[in-house]
T-cell receptor
Framework: GNSVTQMEGPVTLSEEAFLTINCTYT??????LFWYVQYPGEGLQLLLK?????DKGSNKGFEATYRKETTSFHLEKGSVQVSDSAVYFC??????????FGKGTMLLVSP | KAGVTQTPRYLIKTRGQQVTLSCSPI?????VSWYQQTPGQGLQFLFE???????NKGNFPGRFSGRQFSNSRSEMNVSTLELGDSALYLC???????????????FGAGSRLTVL
C-alpha cells in the first residue's frame, strides 16, 4: 500500500535559517505529491505540489522536487520567518481524492 | 470565492450518542472527501463522494458513514460514539477528484469532536 514517511519534529530554527524537511514515499504507479501546512486551530492549506518526476513545486519561498529515483519530495526554504511556524504534512495522491499523509513535522521558528 | 465550510466547528458528545457533521464544498466542486485527524494516528482518509456516490472508502468501521446531496454538500455521521472518536474531522473538496490524483484538495477548517 501507499505510505509517506516524514522526519519527526519539532524542528527548531532561528529566523533566516535554512529549512529542510525530509519526505519519502512508497506508492504504486506515479502519484502526485503535495506539501500541506496547518496553522494552529486551522485546517490544511496547500503549500505546493508536483505531479510528475522532476517537477519542482514552489510557493512563498518553499520548494520541493519530485525525485522518482529516490522516492523523495523534500521541502526546503532558504530563509525561514517566525510566521512559518506551523505543522507541515507531506502527502501523495495516487487517484481520486485519497490522500495518504505523513505524520507531520512541527516547525518552530524563533526571532 | 467562498472556501470549504464545515459546521459545527466544535461539539461535545457523550459515549453512545451519534453525531452528524456537515460540509459545503467550494462552488463547482463535485468531489468531497473526509479525513480524521488525531494526535496518535495522524490524518486518515474516511471516504470520498462524487456526484452523490461513494467512490472510495478508508479503513473505518461501519459506524462511520456519509452521504452527498445533489448540490454537492456532504454530511458524515458517526453512530455509537466511542472515546477514540474524539478528533478533528476535516472535509476537503476538489473539482472532480480525478483518477490521475493531480487534483488539488481544498480543506475546510474542520469540526472538532470531543467525546466524553
Amino acid at each position: 500500500g501507499n505510505s509517506v514517511t516524514q522526519m519527526e519534529g519539532p524542528v527548531t530554527l532561528s529566523e533566516e535559517a535554512f529549512l529542510t524537511i525530509n519526505c519519502t514515499y512508497t506508492a504504486t504507479g506515479y502519484p502526485s505529491l503535495f506539501w500541506y501546512v496547518q496553522y494552529p486551530g486551522e485546517g490544511l492549506q496547500l503549500l505546493l505540489k508536483a505531479t510528475k518526476a522532476d517537477d519542482k513545486g514552489s510557493n512563498k519561498g518553499f520548494e520541493a522536487t519530485y525525485r522518482k529515483e529516490t522516492t523523495s519530495f523534500h521541502l526546503e526554504k532558504g530563509s525561514v520567518q517566525v510566521s512559518d511556524s506551523a505543522v507541515y504534512f507531506c502527502a501523495l495522491n495516487s487517484g481520486y481524492s485519497t490522500l495518504t499523509f505523513g505524520k507531520g513535522t512541527m516547525l518552530l521558528v524563533s526571532p | 470565492k467562498a472556501g470549504v465550510t464545515q459546521t459545527p466547528r466544535y461539539l461535545i458528545k457523550t459515549r453512545g450518542q451519534q453525531v452528524t457533521l456537515s460540509c459545503s464544498p467550494i462552488s463547482g466542486h463535485r468531489s468531497v472527501s473526509w479525513y480524521q485527524q488525531t494526535p496518535g494516528q495522524g490524518l486518515q482518509f474516511l471516504f470520498e463522494y462524487f456526484s452523490e456516490t461513494q467512490r472510495n472508502k478508508g479503513n473505518f468501521p461501519g459506524r462511520f458513514s456519509g452521504r452527498q446531496f445533489s448540490n454537492s454538500r456532504s454530511e458524515m455521521n458517526v453512530s455509537t460514539l466511542e472515546l477514540g472518536d474524539s478528533a478533528l474531522y476535516l472535509c476537503a473538496s476538489s473539482f472532480d477528484g480525478g483518477a490521475s490524483g493531480a487534483n488539488v484538495l481544498t480543506f475546510g477548517a474542520g469540526s472538532r469532536l470531543t467525546v466524553l
